[in-house]
């Protein structure tokens, strides 16, 4: 900030010796090459990320859609979850940099004060991100479809509630006639992958087989993510059709023709390298934010501590103050091209 | 031991009560725009569907908006705008002169590889 950088020096002697022509020093200029490299890597990233986009076109998903989501809210709040992250780390960025401000007065009590806000926007970003994967890993009710052409689709539409299941063979926990009410939606998931679900009759883990009463769903819709036989990427199922075709795979008792939710190697929202690259980016950037904190609670230590004051600056603060914006800068990106665009 | 060879750049960088004002009030100012800005997108982006007839100019329009946060945030934030240009130059060149090859050779190849997959030639 102003300072020496804003000094006319003579180019000679700025760059004669014994002075920095950069009129900076060291530890900042340092600062600013490691930010270089750590941009590089994250654009490659996110490079990477657009190529196999582009690669893929119609295929891949689209942000608005898949994230949707608010906590304690459920669906169709789409993209608000990742701008109050957004807002969350902007606001923490603000907060770092009052606190460089009040070190460039001296203002020891300054700098601590906003160094803790910053801190508990970190916090409070990481556990959003920590959210935000656990909705991604579990999925939607729904999940992704695998149509008897050999396509893949993804379902649009107001899950109906499973009202329970009516045990109709014993198994070793369940006897005939009992109503089990919980942890139905996992359980049924769980049958389905495994193919376990035929005719709305569902096989539990116990070996008991019962009768699934379920709610009826409401303006589904399926959209086409992989060609088959008949349909191609980008067709859109109507409500007529959609519930049949779904249903069909449901029932099939085979397995593995819904996935739910995202692992490594098969996520539901798209094409296999769209949940890779969603755990790499985010998950990435995640880390930086993680030893942002770590980084910021070091320095707090030191201020509290009095090491800056009796140093007769706090240019420490700038320099973690530097790598934390950048952390925000790199969220600004991802946050366009990977949920926005 | 007192050493005459160093110059602490870092002893230059204080302000005085009334520049402080000024600074943050320049701090209030850019926060209120970021924020506009993320509003702006996420409201564009739920109203304006990827299927709509006005989806590439909205998409272009958010890389914009885009390029201008993250200008603030580093003029401003980081304060590279109140470095000497010698020091602003050496970090954001190299930098531009890579992206930009990047996504040149991320847009030809991915959209080779595209059409390479939907004619079904490999």
Redesign the interface.
Known sequence: ??????KEIDSSALWGG????????YG??MM?FF??SD??TF??LL?AY????????DAWP???ETFNSMPFLGHGY???YV?LM??IL??S??T???A???G???DRKGVTKWLIATIIGGFFFVGSQAWEWSHFIHGSEFGKVELTDGSQAIVKGHFGEIENFKVLEAGKHHKKGDVITEDLLHEFHHAVVAGNVENGIITLHDGSKAKVNKKADHGMTLVVKKDGGTHKVGDVIPESKACDMYYEAINSGTPNRVVYGADLQQNEYGPQQYGQFFFFITGFHGFHVFSGVIINIIILMGVISGTYHKR??Y?MI?KT??YW??V??VW??V??FF??? | MERDDIIEYSLDIHHSEEHGKAIRTKIWKVTALLTAITALEVVLGSQIKQSSDYWQAIKWFFIGLTLIKAAYIVLIFMHLGDEKKSLKYMILVPYFIFILYLIYILIVEALAVNSAWTLNVV
């Open positions: 900030m102003a300072g020496h950088a804003s014994k002075i920095s022509p950069f009129s900076t020093s900042k200029m600013w930010l270089v941009a590089l654009s490659g490079v657009g190529f196999t986009r582009h690669a893929c076109l689209i942000g608005e789409p993209l608000l701008a957004t807002f902007i606001v960025s603000v770092m940099v009052l460089v401000e009040a460039h007065r001296m007769g600056h240019e700038e103050g530097l914006h950048f925000d800068l600004v990106f946050f366009t949920y926005l665009v």
